[in-house]
């Protein structure tokens, strides 16, 4: 990781509406509005695409890149219950696609043994996921596994209001020496100017609190040397 007693990673799950019924151009409109806060800020995050969509829409990709942030998989077709059996296939349509992204964060952070061993088959070097570890670590000897501390779920479920989610973050900020926290663009898109303006304010907390923002794959090459 970085010098810096605390690192942030933010990133965003790109899915349109895969799991939530949503409008595919406000969720384009979404990531052009995360984009300009990055930009804005001149912060770094990674953006977890399903392969698929990348496929119909490239211009997203394109858009992403222009900012200078990281591009992973989010899988490749991102079915609903996606079987434990597929897992691995996923992994392998993904590389089929671009040998380019060296992430994958799995839908859901569902995940199994297969998983890895084609992850590791494929040339990824690191896996984002729900994962209660404090810090980034070795998961298999050449593949990092990024320990995910949230996402915007709660607030899509009502569990969690605006506030609430602003106010765990912080919690998290300052009581781990690694944070990673995202969001869907199918869920800023349902209520898009109060849902960025958390998100540029996560960003802003961070920065407030000297932590070093990378994306993904910065901290993961950091452990593998």
């Known amino acids: 990781m970085s010098d810096a007693a605390l690192t942030a990673t933010f990133y965003h799950d ?3 509406d895969v799991n939530v019924p949503s409008d595919r151009e406000a969720c384009r409109d979404a990531v052009r509005g995360l984009l300009a806060i990055e930009a804005d ?3 770094r995050t990674t953006y977890n695409v399903v392969g698929s969509l990348w496929r119909e829409q490239p211009e997203i990709v394109e858009w992403i890149r222009a900012g200078g942030h990281e591009v992973a998989f989010h899988s490749f077709r991102h079915t609903y219950e996606c079987p434990p059996d597929e897992f ?3 992994v392998a349509l993904c590389r089929d696609f671009s040998a380019e992204p060296v992430g994958y964060r799995s839908p859901r952070s569902r995940w199994n ?3 890895l061993d084609s992850l590791e088959v494929h040339g990824f070097e690191w896996t984002a ?3 209660p570890a404090p810090s980034p670590y070795l998961i298999r000897d050449q593949l990092v596994r990024l320990p995910i501390a949230g996402d915007d779920w709660p607030i899509h479920t009502g569990r969690l209001d605006l506030p609430g989610w602003v106010d765990r973050f912080r919690a998290k900020l300052e009581g781990r020496p690694y944070v990673a926290v995202g969001v869907h663009d199918c869920v800023v898109s349902h209520d898009p100017r109060p849902r960025l303006e958390a998100w540029r304010r996560c960003l802003e907390m961070a920065a407030e609190a000297g932590a070093a923002i990378q994306p993904f794959g910065t901290v993961a ?5």
Not at 221 to 225: D, N, P, S, V
Request: charged share 35%; hydrophobic share 35%.
């Open 14 to 16: 790109i899915e349109q």
């Open 41 to 43: 800020l001149d912060v």
């Open 88 to 90: 691995a296939t996923e």
């Open 113 to 115: 043994q297969d998983t």
């Open 129 to 131: 996921e729900s994962d």
């Open 221 to 225: 090459r950091m452990l593998l040397g």
